[in-house]
């Protein structure tokens, strides 16, 4: 049981830090980690039957940020959010607006681009995975950065060129974890 202060909870005895990695069902575990690899970049790590593990970046301090595991071309597609309840989505962060940008070309390219979004705090892209599994890529603005009145809390449309013009395409984006 946590204790509610003002718009956070805290729980009595511990300390999440961040998150270490995710793990997914697909229908075809290579297949969805050659898309991570080809269009983000992932790194594999570690394959075993039925499974692969990826990690980010090789700058990853975890053996795997990332794991697919294949449950077969029959299985169902998920529903979440739809009628169920479940995940619905993984965010990814990018360091700059420049990347942002190139991954949105290449993952239009590739018909994985379902979305686009400025959420005041950060910018966002939302992409589909080959099982149709939606994660997202992000630019955290710097707090130094933002703007109390212009960067409120929500969801406006993404224009990316607007936004390099204003914070600039290699600036580093705020750590979130």
Known sequence: MGVKTGRQWFASDMSITRLNHAVLYVRDAKRTAEFFAKYLGFVPTTESPGGVFMQCSAESMNDHDLAFFTIGDDAVDANSGHKAVGLYHLAWEVQTLGELVQLQDVLKEAGALVGASNHGVSR?????????????????????LLDPERDLPGISPLKLSADIERFGADTIGRRTS
Do not use: N, Q, R
Not at 128 to 138: R, T, V
């Open 124 to 144: 966002s892209l939302y992409c589909k995975d080959p099982d149709g599994l939606e994660f997202e890529l992000m630019w955290a603005v710097p707090l130094e």
